[in-house]
């Protein structure tokens, strides 16, 4: 019913930056609040940022002052914008979204895309 497809990983030298994307498509009503998660190898999945529907912003403490998170809600896209890159930040990124469907508007579903790898390596 809904998908969401990352897109922006890619490699990327130390102190470099990148953009990530991920758009959702399907029946959507509305959607409330978006996010980004990573996983490292051999880690687990750890929370990174996220917006609600009335924009306001959370980080991770990691990458706070160095990671902004935004969304455009006419494209049901979110957008994580990554400056000042380590080595440690070398994982797939996920976006997640919290949608109503049109088939059942009252009730919001957490819905994960399939992730896009970042590597930040010299």
């Known amino acids: 019913q809904v998908q969401l497809v990352e897109s922006g990983g890619g490699l990327v030298q130390p102190g470099g930056s990148l953009r990530l994307s991920c758009a959702a498509s399907?029946?959507?009503?509305?959607?409330?609040?978006m996010g980004w998660y990573r996983q490292a190898p051999g880690k687990q999945r750890e929370f990174v940022a996220r917006i609600s529907s009335t924009g306001r912003t959370n980080y991770s403490d990691s990458v706070k002052g160095r990671f902004t998170i935004s969304r455009d809600n006419t494209e049901n896209t979110v957008y994580l914008q990554m400056n000042g890159l380590k080595s440690e930040d070398t994982a797939v990124y996920l976006c997640?979204?919290?949608?109503?469907?049109?088939?059942?508007?009252?009730?919001?579903?957490?819905?994960w895309g399939k992730g896009t790898l970042v590597t930040v390596s010299s």
């Open positions: 399907g029946s959507i009503s509305s959607i409330s609040s």
């Open positions: 997640t979204m919290v949608v109503a469907t049109t088939g059942t508007p009252m009730y919001a579903n957490r819905y």
